[in-house]
């Protein structure tokens, strides 16, 4: 797990504490993360990483590396205790994390930290302006397609108050570009090689303006 201002995280002491957004149904709504929501978000991300696996490294040819990774991976238990510390501690500034509610349980999550300001890249865009990078933005498999993505990235939109957003998706990860399209991101032109067991996986930079 990433080593980030994410880390250290709790609701109690966070200025957004009181951002609720609702949607759809009083049973669907968009909150700051709270300890006791640890054990979820933790199954969650790991379930969502093993995916992630799956899906570059067969898309990559590399599937003979697939069962020996995911076996690499932290039990849920070790993702639960990352949490359960993050959630009970301060969160520094520019840092959110937030939990979608459906019905009764944790239906994902989103979490976000300062974004540094990107230069211009001559002949194609101009110089993006600091602000809040998406390092993880996630939904239980058993509640997709019930309008969480959305409901999440909005909700940080209103929270996090700075000129856009910005977050890295891998190239083989055709369904999440298609949700960031549909919620007005673009590519930045940037990407970054992330070196995998048999594969390199490669991500691309999209943002979108909030001003």
Do not use: Y
């Not at 300062?114 to 933005?137: D, M, Y």
């Not at 929270?159 to 930045?188: H, M, Y």
């Amino acid at each position: 797990m990433s080593e980030n201002c994410c880390d250290t995280h709790a609701a109690g002491d966070h200025p957004s504490d009181s951002v609720t957004t609702a949607s759809a149904g009083t049973d669907r709504t968009v909150r700051v993360a709270r300890p006791e929501d640890a054990q979820a978000i933790a199954q969650i991300q790991r379930a969502a990483l093993q995916t992630h696996i799956e899906t570059t490294l067969t898309a990559k040819k590399a599937t003979e590396q697939v069962e020996s990774i995911i076996a690499a991976l932290p039990e849920t238990e070790a993702f639960h205790a990352h949490w359960a510390q993050t959630l009970s501690e301060p969160a520094p500034d520019g840092c959110h994390t937030l939990v979608a509610i459906h019905g009764q349980s944790v239906g994902g999550f989103i979490c976000a930290i300062p974004g540094e300001e990107l230069p211009e890249i001559p002949q194609k865009r101009a110089a993006i302006p600091a602000g809040t990078e998406i390092v993880a933005l996630e939904v239980n498999a058993h509640f997709q397609r019930s309008g969480h993505g959305s409901r999440l990235l909005n909700a940080l939109a209103e929270t996090c108050k700075t000129a856009n957003l910005r977050i890295w998706v891998g190239a083989e990860d055709e369904a999440r570009v298609r949700f960031l399209q549909s919620a007005g991101f673009t590519p930045s032109g940037l990407r970054r090689h992330l070196q995998m067991p048999g594969a390199v996986a490669d991500e691309h930079l999209w943002w979108t303006s909030l001003s």
